[in-house]
């Protein structure tokens, strides 16, 4: 199966970065969009960035100018530089890939179990 396992998430104050990092692993054929979404208490989850195989990027509004996702295709690892964190930051922060287990052709979504990104006043 395909697995994703996130890691980096803490707890930062105003202003501070964090880096969130997540690998896929597993029979995996091929990735295509790796991201990252969020989910804070009482709310759905949203998109927050994401990036295609060729390295075309998207990211959420209030995102824009302060977070970068990148990736390494070899290690199958996406990464989110988060900076200038905000207090509405705070979220369970899910790592997502649109991926092809090896030996099949469909093509489905996966997510990982959730890191969390707390900011302080």
């Known amino acids: 199966q395909v697995r994703l396992s996130e890691s980096g998430g803490g707890l930062v104050q105003a202003g501070g970065s964090l880096r969130l990092s997540c690998t896929a692993s597993g029979r995996i054929g091929s990735i295509n969009r790796m991201g990252w979404y969020r989910q804070a208490p009482g709310t759905q989850r949203e998109l927050v960035a994401t990036?295609?195989?060729?390295?075309?990027?998207n990211y959420v509004d209030s995102a824009k100018g302060r977070f970068t996702i990148s990736r390494d295709n070899a290690k199958n690892t996406v990464y989110l530089q988060m900076n200038s964190l905000k207090p509405e930051d705070t979220a369970v922060y899910y790592c997502?890939?649109?991926?092809?287990?090896?030996?099949?052709?469909?093509?489905?979504?996966?997510w990982g179990q959730g890191t969390q990104v707390t900011v302080s006043s």
């Open positions: 997502y890939c649109n991926a092809r287990p090896a030996y099949t052709v469909g093509w489905g979504d996966y």
């Open positions: 990036i295609t195989s060729g390295g075309t990027t």
